[in-house]
C-alpha cells in the first residue's frame, strides 16, 4: 500500500529565533533538543495514517501552551485537522510529562548550600531551601458532583497548584492535582516534601505566607509583630517571597494557555493538570537555559489565604531562636 504523505507545510524552524520565541517560545536550539528528547515516545515506524513528523508534533503542542489557541487555530496555522491536533496535542503533553523526573528535582547536597547561600545574597534571609506557594490555573467548569469543588475562594473554577522555586525561580517541587476550593496548607501537609522535611532529610527551611503552617522547615511571617527584629525578619520574608510571585508570573506569563487573558482552557481538570505539569518542564527548560523573561508578565499578587500563627511549639521555636541570631541587633 501506497503510504499517505502529508500535504508540504511550511519550515518554521528556518525562521530566526525572535520569530520561533514569539511563536513557540524556544529558540531553535532548544526545540531542537526538546524533539530530540521526545522522539522515542513521539516517532511512528512510518506515516501512514496521518503520522507527523516529531518536530511538527512538538511546535504543534508548543504553540498551544504558548498562545492558549484552541486547537482548531492551531490546525490552521499548521494545516493539519483538529483531531489530529488534539491526538497529538495529548501525546505531546504525555511526553513532556515524563521528562520531569528530569527536570524537577529538589535540591541535594552541596546544591542545598549554595541556593542556602544565593537567598542570603539576594534577600538577607538564612537557611532558605526554596519557597513554597499556591497559585490557582483557571479551568472550565467541570461536569459531575465535583464541580462545586473546582470552585476557588476568587468565584472561578481552578487547580490548585503548589510549586518550590528556588533563588533562579527554577521550579523544584510540584503538586497539581488538587480544585481550586483546597486550601494550601492541606496541599502541603498531604505532600511528598512535607513528609520529605519532616524526617529531617534536608537542613534549611521552606519560606511561605501566612496561609501556611509554621514548622521548623517551614517558616512563615510574624503575624502581629511587636519587636524591630521581627519587623526585620518580616521584611526579609516578604523580599525573598517576591520571588515565588514573578516564578509564577514568569511561568504563566511565557505559556498563556494559564493565564486568564488566553481564555479558560476548554479540558478537563485530569488533561489540565497534564498541562501544567508540561508547562512546568518547559518553565524550566527556559530558567536552566537563562532565556529572558517574558516581556508582559500578568500579575501574580493574589490574596493570602486566611492563615495563623499558632504552629507547633518546635515550629515557633526555630523561628524564635532565627529571629534572635540573625534580626536581633
Not at 525572535?18 to 529558540?27: A, C, G, M
Not at 511546535?59 to 482548531?72: E, I, V
Not at 545574597?121 to 472550565?140: A, E
Request: glycine share 6%; proline share 7%; with cysteine.
Amino acid at each position: 500500500m501506497v503510504e499517505r504523505l502529508l500535504r508540504p507545510h511550511n519550515d518554521m524552524l528556518s525562521f530566526p529565533d525572535h520569530v520561533l520565541i514569539s511563536f513557540y517560545r524556544l529558540p531553535r536550539h532548544l526545540i531542537l533538543n526538546l524533539v530530540e528528547e521526545l522522539r522515542p515516545a513521539l516517532e511512528r515506524p512510518t506515516r501512514r495514517h496521518g503520522a507527523l513528523p516529531v518536530v511538527m508534533q512538538v511546535t504543534n503542542a508548543l504553540r498551544f501552551f504558548a498562545k492558549g489557541d484552541f486547537q482548531t487555530e492551531v490546525a490552521s496555522l499548521s494545516s493539519v485537522s483538529q483531531p489530529c491536533i488534539s491526538k497529538n496535542l495529548m501525546e505531546v503533553t504525555k511526553a513532556i510529562c515524563s521528562l520531569a523526573p528530569n527536570y524537577i528535582q529538589f535540591p541535594r547536597g552541596e546544591e542545598l548550600q549554595r541556593i542556602k547561600q544565593d537567598f542570603v545574597r539576594q534577600s538577607g534571609m538564612p537557611g532558605v531551601i526554596g519557597l513554597v506557594d499556591g497559585s490557582l490555573f483557571p479551568i472550565k467548569a467541570p461536569s459531575g458532583p465535583t464541580e462545586p469543588a473546582y470552585v476557588c475562594r476568587k468565584g472561578y473554577h481552578a487547580i490548585n497548584v503548589q510549586a518550590i522555586g528556588d533563588q533562579n525561580m527554577v521550579i523544584r517541587h510540584l503538586v497539581a492535582k488538587w480544585p481550586g476550593s483546597i486550601h494550601d496548607s492541606f496541599v502541603f501537609n498531604t505532600s511528598g516534601i512535607n513528609a520529605y522535611l519532616s524526617e529531617g532529610r534536608a537542613s534549611g527551611w521552606l519560606l511561605g505566607d501566612s496561609g501556611y503552617p509554621l514548622k521548623p522547615y517551614l517558616m512563615t511571617p510574624v503575624m502581629n509583630e511587636q519587636t524591630d527584629a521581627e519587623r526585620r525578619y518580616n521584611a526579609a520574608h516578604k523580599r525573598c517571597r517576591s520571588r515565588q510571585e514573578r516564578l509564577y508570573g514568569v511561568w504563566k506569563g511565557r505559556w498563556r494557555c494559564h493565564d486568564m487573558s488566553g481564555g479558560y482552557l476548554q479540558y478537563s481538570p485530569e488533561k489540565v493538570v497534564m498541562f501544567v505539569k508540561a508547562t512546568a518542564v518547559l518553565h524550566n527548560i527556559c530558567r536552566m537555559a537563562n532565556l529572558p523573561d517574558p516581556e508582559h508578565i500578568p500579575a501574580m499578587v493574589e490574596d493570602e489565604e486566611e492563615g495563623h500563627d499558632d504552629g507547633a511549639q518546635t515550629g515557633r521555636t526555630a523561628r524564635n531562636n532565627l529571629i534572635a541570631r540573625y534580626f536581633t541587633r
